[in-house]
């Protein structure tokens, strides 16, 4: 069974930084893309930010030039920096890989990230 675990959220005060991490139990190769969500209270959970295995990035546009998602194959990861936040970007955030073959999704726990004005 693959698990995905993310961790890097918190509280920041608003202009500051976060890294949100998403470590899978498996090769993240097995995934096509891996995709950053983000759910705030009383809305629908919205698509931030997503990485392809040959490294094409896509962003929602609120976000761009703000965050940035990479990955680190060798330790099956995928990243999410996050500068400039504001408290609209305060949400659960998410992991989701899916899977190459059957494209089934798995997704982490979720990471709460909190941006006080």
């Known amino acids: 069974q693959v698990q995905l675990v993310e961790s890097g959220g918190g509280l920041v005060q608003a202009g500051g930084s976060l890294r949100l991490s998403c470590v899978a139990s498996?090769?993240?190769?097995?995934?096509?893309?891996m995709t950053w969500f983000r759910q705030a209270p009383g809305k629908q959970r919205e698509l931030v930010a997503q990485?392809?295995?040959?490294?094409?990035?896509g962003y929602l546009d609120s976000v761009k030039g703000r965050f940035t998602i990479s990955r680190d194959n060798a330790k099956n990861a995928v990243y999410l920096q996050m500068n400039s936040l504001k408290p609209e970007d305060t949400a659960v955030y998410y992991c989701?890989?899916?899977?190459?073959?059957?494209?089934?999704?798995?997704w982490g726990q979720g990471t709460q990230v909190t941006v006080s004005s």
């Open positions: 989701r890989g899916r899977t190459v073959v059957s494209r089934f999704d798995y």
């Open positions: 498996g090769s993240i190769f097995s995934f096509n893309p």
């Open positions: 990485i392809t295995t040959d490294g094409s990035t």
